[in-house]
């Protein structure tokens, strides 16, 4: 609630603030001095000074404002009742969710006992803070309204100010990338330092377990999950997606008339929007059960109704939208002077198709493809429910199988202590699954930097 209050204040001043200085920087205009900058510039310039010192004042004060509270509670006499280590801990965490919200339980009395000075430290500190907040808001905002003046270049600063919060807005992504690289490689280093690389990467028994010892690493053999997710993601997928996808394609762009290109393109491309529990749903009530019948019937001894196969043919379906709306969009984007010339030439409409639409929209067709294969492969929900979690080095799609990310699910959830080997491992599967994902990404545009073509 305190945050609430601070921040409108602040919202508050600024807006005060931008008016004040527009009205100010307008007042400039009777003299005959020529203004550098319009007023709404001035505004937004003085609005940012009041606005950003004090919400980077506000959210490190917040960052600190727990411990200020702790420490002010364990000055008061209750704080000899507490017990050490982390049990102290635990009866803080306890108070804290009862701070958020009093009708909350707590297991422990104590708790109960230090929600209220906890409470009270913690809004004593808060309105300090704010105060802090809103007068550096009232300091800063007053320093740049006196440089409000006719030749004063607001407009610079204002479009430096958008185009640094630009620069950092595109470097979430970077940032982001760059934190899961590092937390990757610190987590599998601690797992590296436990069981051999070489025995994950090139072992053939999965069986996680906790533990430590000599043999442990014959338990960590990752090969059956690697093949799994290329099975299941990468080839049975794509066998469905590809061609599917392809000639829908082809469809929609050169044989569907405008009004069936209208229906047919946006409930092709709801498949994408559908959630992926809903795939699995369907995969294993529907298409796991044909599958296990069609494998009874060839003679299978014993059919699973888990198996490789129904989760592949689903995830093909899954991703059929990928393939398609990228092929569509690059095919559509071949000029028809190449079309024309190619039936002028004499040749046919299927082979204009194959010789020269395809081949020109092939950087789009690959790079769609691999987004298919990204996909497929980082997908969890539709093989949970329809392949099993039967880590297996099979061929046979009628064999229940498990992958990476389905494993790495499973490692993290549970009870166990998050610094042991089988927890730790799920850090090495993701990081195998980047680099597999970062490797796609390379062939593709090696595939597009080989084959692109620019079109005037």
Not at 97 to 119: I, S
């Amino acid at each position: 609630m305190t945050s609430n209050i601070v921040l409108a204040a602040i919202l508050a001043l600024g807006l005060a603030a931008w008016f004040a200085a527009r009205a100010k920087a307008r007042l400039l205009f009777t003299s005959r001095n020529a203004m550098h900058s319009m007023p709404v510039y001035h505004g937004w310039y003085v609005a940012l000074w009041v606005i950003v010192p004090a919400l980077v004042a506000w959210a490190t004060w917040n960052a600190v404002l727990p411990g200020l509270t702790e420490a002010a509670v364990l000055t008061q006499p209750i704080a000899a009742k507490l017990p050490a280590g982390m049990d102290r801990q635990a009866v803080f965490a306890e108070a804290w969710a009862l701070v958020r919200d009093p009708n909350a339980g707590a297991f422990n009395p104590l708790a109960n006992e230090l929600a209220a000075p906890l409470r009270a430290a913690h809004l004593r500190y808060a309105l300090i803070g704010g105060v802090l907040a809103l007068v550096l808001a009232f300091a800063s905002g007053a320093f740049a309204y006196t440089r409000v003046r006719a030749n004063f270049p607001a407009r610079t600063k204002a479009e430096r100010a958008v185009m640094f919060t630009l620069l950092l807005a595109s470097l979430v992504a970077i940032l982001t990338t760059a934190g899961i690289i590092l937390s990757l490689l610190y987590e599998t280093g601690l797992f590296f330092a436990q069981v051999s690389p070489i025995d994950f990467l090139t072992g053939l028994h999965w069986a996680p377990k906790d533990g430590s010892g000599p043999d442990l690493g014959r338990d960590f053999g990752a090969v059956p999950l690697f093949w799994g997710t290329i099975f299941i993601g990468a080839i049975i997928a794509m066998i469905v997606a590809i061609p599917l996808g392809l000639m829908s394609a082809v469809y929609l762009t050169q044989y569907a008339t405008p009004t069936a290109r209208k229906v047919l393109k946006p409930m092709l491309e709801i498949l994408a929007g559908i959630p992926t529990v809903v795939y699995g749903y369907f995969a294993a009530l529907t298409i796991a059960p044909m599958v296990r019948d069609f494998a009874a019937a060839l003679g299978k001894d014993n059919p699973s109704t888990e198996s490789a196969l129904a989760a592949g043919l689903v995830m093909g379906v899954m991703i059929i939208p990928f393939v398609s709306s990228m092929a569509d969009d690059s095919m559509a984007a071949v000029p028809q002077a190449m079309r024309d010339g190619s039936l002028a030439m004499g040749a046919t409409e299927s082979e204009t198709i194959k010789k020269v639409l395809l081949p020109a929209a092939l950087p789009g067709i690959v790079a769609g493809v691999m987004l298919a294969v990204s996909r497929a492969i980082g997908e969890t929900m539709i093989v949970v429910m329809a392949a099993g979690a039967m880590a297996r080095l099979s061929a046979d799609p009628f064999d229940s199988m498990t992958t990476v990310t389905y494993q790495i699910v499973q490692l993290l959830t549970g009870d166990q202590e998050f610094d042991s080997p089988k927890t730790l491992s799920a850090f090495a599967l993701g990081l195998v699954l980047f680099v597999i994902t970062l490797i796609l990404n390379i062939v593709a545009l090696r595939v597009v930097k080989r084959f692109r073509e620019a079109y005037e």
